[in-house]
């Protein structure tokens, strides 16, 4: 089993910045994906980011140029560095981690961490 705590989200004004961060604990290994979802109210679930444990990187096209994910294999975390925030960036910020290899994915969740933009 794999266990996923956020922390790092809150209120922030247009324009500011927030860092993110999501520590695994359990059988995770540095081979699983690790990213971020979203899910804003009245909305589906979207993929933000995800870093592969090769350093290969994926953003959402609203963020690019905007969020940053890193990794720390050692810490067995990920984090999203998020600039230039807006309002449409407020929702609920989901880590996630699943291993690329198994045949049937299992995706682990976090509990989530509220991010709200606004003035």
């Known amino acids: 089993q794999v266990q996923l705590v956020e922390s790092g989200g809150g209120l922030v004004q247009p324009g500011g910045s927030l860092r993110l961060s999501c520590a695994a604990s359990g059988s995770i290994l540095s081979t699983y994906v690790m990213g971020w979802y979203r899910q804003a109210p009245g909305k589906q679930r979207e993929l933000v980011a995800h870093?592969?444990?090769?350093?290969?990187?994926y953003y959402a096209d609203s963020v690019k140029g905007r969020f940053n994910i890193s990794r720390d294999n050692a810490k067995k975390s990920v984090y999203l560095q998020m600039n230039s925030l807006k309002p449409e960036d407020t929702a609920v910020y989901y880590c996630?981690?699943?291993?690329?290899?198994?045949?049937?994915?299992?995706?682990?969740w976090g509990q989530g961490t509220q991010v709200t933009v606004s003035s």
């Open positions: 996630n981690a699943y291993d690329p290899f198994r045949v049937q994915r299992i995706d682990y």
């Open positions: 870093i592969r444990s090769g350093g290969s990187l």
